[in-house]
């Protein structure tokens, strides 16, 4: 009697594994889109604005970080005002790591204005840094160019 019921215990595991494998390997494959399908939807890039825009700090925090990871170009005025009225100091570095993985001339510049009058001394301290990467980056593309 206790062989047939731990057959059967036996019999129920293997049933709940074989559904739970099936399970999460048809929820692996539940993302199809690309991020530049994301890109060309105008609701995605106001979501990401009003995100950057948002009084929510962790809010603020991802959709700026997204806007520098996926190099959503179309952000970067948003990220610039925001830069200018940003009042924490690990935003505003975060704004400026993010307008120089997109490459921004005019976020650079800002970054450049950030380095030499942020009342921040370690705001001051990354802004300096990542613009000198950024001309570091820059110089060295236009010299291989040549």
Known sequence: MKAGLLNKVERYYFLLAAILFVLLLSDSFAQNQKVSDLTKSI??????????????NGVRESAIYLA?????????????????IEKESDIKVLIGLALYRMNSDKGMREIQILALSDSDSRVR?????????????NNSSKTAGR
């Open 125 to 137: 301290r990354m802004s300096y840094a990542i613009y000198n990467e950024y001309l570091v980056n």
């Open 43 to 56: 609701n995605a890039l106001e979501n990401i604005i009003a995100g950057i825009k948002s009084e929510n």
């Open 68 to 84: 520098g990871e996926y190099r959503f170009i179309e952000t970067e005025n948003a990220l610039i005002e925001q830069l200018k």
